[in-house]
């Protein structure tokens, strides 16, 4: 099974990097670009699991790991069973 | 005292940190490897700056799995010395040694350059040779230094006296350009709740000699040698 995770910042965190790319589409003319927020994409391969197990797996290992839960919230979903 | 080194693959100041607690302030000093799992009975163990395990995923993220870090993570719990320099600092806020977290600098640089720091606290074991108020020269080498943690945590630590060190103008002023990174608070260093860990951005050992064009880094270094 295959499932992918997407790290990004928590709201209430600044993102300069995610700015710095708003305000260059805004400079390309891009004016309708409200916000951006740039973030990380992992996508992992499981072998031999079941969609319930994903479900602890997954969270676990994006708690401890991908994602530091201070400045981090992450999103993940199953891509290929 | 007794102090301990750690290196971690990718570590790149783990030479002159051991060069500044060995050869300038003359300590009995040994190294750490990062699969180690005995801190040799050291009394402070040191984490220096550098790219630990290349900083993959996020700065200090992996080096906090390594083997010897589940013993400064005990040894931390019974009271033990633990200085984290730079990325040294980051393993210890992934490991939930000091809280909070780094987010890059503000400016999405890379900052390699002499800062100014004000004492703010000079009643830790890693401060007592100093005076609060106190203005360091020490320079900074990072990309992710830029200090956060949420309200509440900030309004505890701050309550507690946990911010050891500001960035601030050499007069010690609080000021936006001073602070270079754009840590909440200014904050370029700080403890735990107990004071026996200690995180700080700046690199007191590359300021341990005049030669090197400050000593103010000395005082964090004699703190730690001498008695509380």
């Known amino acids: ?15 300069p990097q995610g700015q710095t790319v708003k305000n260059a589409l805004h400079t390309l003319g891009y004016g309708a670009v409200r916000d951006v927020r740039q973030g990380k994409v992992f996508e992992i391969d499981l072998a031999g699991v079941s969609r319930a197990e994903a479900e602890t797996i997954v969270p676990e290992i994006s708690d401890k790991v991908l994602a530091n839960p ?6 993940w979903q199953i891509i290929e069973e | 005292m007794k102090f301990g080194i750690v290196a971690f693959p990718g570590s790149n100041c783990d030479f002159d940190t051991f060069y500044a607690f060995h050869d300038v302030m003359n300590q009995p000093t040994f190294w750490l490897w990062h699969k180690d799992h005995s801190l040799k009975d050291v009394d402070c163990v040191v984490l220096p700056g550098g790219f630990s395990y290349g900083d993959y995923l996020r700065s200090g993220a992996i080096a906090r799995f390594s083997p010897l870090m589940q013993e400064v993570r005990e040894f931390a719990a019974k009271g033990g010395l633990v200085l984290g320099i730079c990325n040294g600092f980051q393993v210890l806020l992934e490991l939930g040694l000091l809280p909070g977290a780094m987010l890059r600098n503000k400016h999405l640089k890379f900052l390699c350059q002499f800062v100014t720091i004000r004492m703010e606290n000079a009643k830790t074991r890693f401060t007592h040779k100093g005076r609060t108020g106190q203005v360091l020269r020490i320079p900074i080498a ?8 949420p309200p509440e945590t900030l309004e505890e630590i701050e309550a507690n006296g946990q911010v050891v060190f500001r960035y601030t103008d050499a007069e010690g002023r609080l000021t936006e350009r001073a602070n270079v990174n754009g840590s909440l608070h200014g904050i370029a260093g700080l403890t735990n709740k107990n004071g026996n860990v200690m995180g700080m951005m700046p690199h007191p050992e590359r300021a341990a000699e005049t030669l090197l064009g400050s000593a103010d880094g000395r005082v964090i270094l004699e703190s730690l040698m001498s008695r509380f």
Do not use: T
């Not at chain 1, 201070?70 to 999103?75: R, Y």
């Open chain 2, 142 to 149: 990072h990309f992710d230094g830029n200090y956060f943690a």
């Open chain 1, 1 to 15: 099974m295959k499932v992918r995770i997407l790290v990004s910042f928590k709201d209430s965190v600044l993102d």
């Open chain 1, 70 to 75: 201070i400045i981090e919230k992450f999103v």
